[in-house]
């Protein structure tokens, strides 16, 4: 049975608060339809809040539209001394390539293996600072201050500044979109989610990641924060082989976030026409 983070379940329970109080407030003023339109708008987006790939907030990447045989490897909350490490060596082994969305307090505790992520070709992108159970109860310059501080850390252990933002838990708010489109952070979220954080059994997290794996799929995994099989060792170190195996098995490869992100802007120019360029774009996520 997966275990329950508390500081999650925290943040859950006040979330769902508000939608609970929304829906009874819904069903109290039925009766009165300027209310219950107010409370039924207050239980959408609290709804939305708690849903991580949801664009009523803003927009998201779940599964980039290619025909490239790629996905994307995406790993968070580290990096962690012991783990990060391993998974860089088990990437390098299989020519692969991912994102590590990291926590920016964890990145200055270990700037060499930011540094050494980086020098082995994968993308090292934004986590928050802190990755507080409560992020998406903060306010427009809390939230402001999380994303700068990583981002200005990041690129400069990385020599890169991050592309992309994901949100501790997913969990977003309606301040959280304005802010990453004034810093040209894209939101990621995920196709595929491992729950390696909870469940510590190999054979469901490989069954939730290659589950409908297409072309253009991004994948969750975690290097911070893995669950640990019986023997305490953690679970990623016996998951992520046969995935990399399972892919090149499909003829898929692993890159990293921004490059699935370039290739598919690169397909979309080299397919404008002059006839079609007042035609809306098409998106690069669903």
Known sequence: ???????????????????????????????????????????????????????????????????????????????????????????AQYDARA??????????????????????????????????????????????????????????LSGRAPSCFRAPIGFRNPWLAPLLAERALQYAAWSHRAFDTQDPTPARIARRLSRGLVPGAVLLLHDGRNARDRSGRPVLETVLPGLLQGLQARGLRAVDLPTLLARHDRARRSQDTPERDAAPAPRAFR
Do not use: K, Y
């Not at 500081?7 to 407030?25: E, I, K, Y």
């Not at 992520?117 to 427009?140: K, M, Q, T, V, Y």
């Open 1 to 91: 049975m997966a275990r329950l983070d508390a500081r999650h379940v925290f943040q859950t329970v006040n979330a769902l608060d508000g939608l609970l109080a929304a829906g009874a407030a819904c069903h109290a003023v039925a009766a009165v339809p300027a209310l219950a339109a107010i409370a039924a708008t207050q239980a959408a987006l609290t709804a939305s809040c708690l849903c991580p790939r949801c664009p009523f907030l803003g927009p998201v990447i779940t599964r980039v539209a290619t025909t490239e045989p790629q996905v994307a490897l995406t790993f968070d909350d580290g990096p962690d001394a012991t783990l990060t490490p391993r998974i860089l060596t088990l990437l």
């Open 99 to 156: 994102s590590f969305f990291c926590i920016g307090r964890r990145a200055r505790q270990a700037p060499h293996l930011i540094r050494a992520a980086a020098r082995a070709g994968h993308s090292i992108e934004n986590h928050s600072w802190d990755h507080s159970p409560r992020f998406a109860l903060f306010g427009s310059r809390r939230l402001a201050r999380e994303i700068d501080d990583t981002q200005d850390l990041l690129a400069d």
